[in-house]
């Protein structure tokens, strides 16, 4: 078993991304929360089917025949709970960027081998899998052994498990009072750093750590441009105070660290 397993990956700009792999009992803690949610969600269709087969057994029971109707519905509910039991993991891998309400609270995330977010394709093949996954535990067994901690659905939808926490080790670069000042006013903003992805904050981190090495031009250009990307992505509609790029990409390295 792989403890604090980190994986890197270079993109197209030169810029190393490096995660912590989940590690089996984060995924563990995540699919315990994921199971109860569905659980819940599953008794609550299972009562309306009763009430429904009730209803249809007492109306219509001696026309069609008691057995044909429960036949029919236990056939609905069996294809319905299915489809929820995918759907469940396919619609919230999609639309919260890998993670679902079991993943967001054990803080992991699930992406592409490169580093980019799922998509409908990954998360779907995932999901189809996961019940081989469970069998005799053959998706825990997997995450042990690969060296990726890779279960049988990440290793056919080209996906791993992270985990999002970044790491809060002390910057190799210079941080400016100002900085450490605007990173404290936005912690009290409006802005969300859960959107902020781990290969974003990377492209952050990896500017502030190159930008001495930069031409005053191109540094200039290559700030304000990301901290127009940043600004969207975190959802600020205006700066706390008016402050230059390179000092706001500072306060967000802070801010994203201690959130």
Same mark, same amino acid.
């Given at each position: 078993m792989h403890i604090f397993? $980190? *994986?890197?990956?270079?993109?197209?700009?030169? *810029?190393? &991304?490096?995660?912590? &792999? #989940? @590690? +089996? %009992?984060?995924? #563990?803690?995540a699919l315990v929360i994921d199971y109860n949610v569905l659980a819940a969600i599953l008794i609550g269709f299972l009562l309306i089917i009763w009430v429904i087969s009730s209803l249809l057994v007492g109306s219509w029971g001696s026309f069609f025949g008691t057995r044909n109707i429960e036949l029919w519905l236990g056939a609905i509910a069996f294809i319905t709970i299915f489809a929820i039991y995918t759907g469940y993991f396919v619609f919230f891998e999609t639309l919260w960027q890998g993670q679902t309400p079991g993943k967001r609270l054990a803080k992991i995330r699930v992406i592409q081998d490169d580093g980019r977010l799922i998509g409908l394709q990954q998360a779907t093949l995932r999901a189809l899998i996961r019940s081989v996954d469970d069998t005799f535990f053959v %998706? #825990? !067994? &997997? +995450?042990?052994?690969?060296?990726?901690?890779? $279960? !049988? @659905?990440? &290793?056919l939808a080209g996906t791993i498990v992270i985990q999002t926490e970044v790491s809060t080790n002390s910057a190799s670069f210079p941080v400016s009072s100002k900085a450490q000042e605007i990173a404290m006013q936005l912690q009290q903003s409006q802005a969300n750093f859960s959107q902020l992805l781990p290969d974003e904050f990377a492209t952050i981190r990896d500017y502030l750590q190159r930008r001495s090495q930069m031409t005053p031009k191109a540094k200039k250009e290559v700030s304000l441009q990301l901290a127009k990307q940043t600004k969207a992505i975190i959802g600020l509609d205006k700066l706390p105070t008016p402050v230059e790029p390179d000092v706001f990409l500072e306060a967000v390295y802070l801010a994203y660290q201690q959130q």
């Open positions: 397993n $980190r *994986v890197t990956h270079q993109t197209p700009e030169s *810029v190393e &991304l490096e995660f912590t &792999l #989940a @590690g +089996i %009992g984060s995924r #563990a803690w %998706g #825990a !067994l &997997l +995450i042990m052994l690969t060296k990726k901690e890779k $279960r !049988l @659905g990440d &290793l």
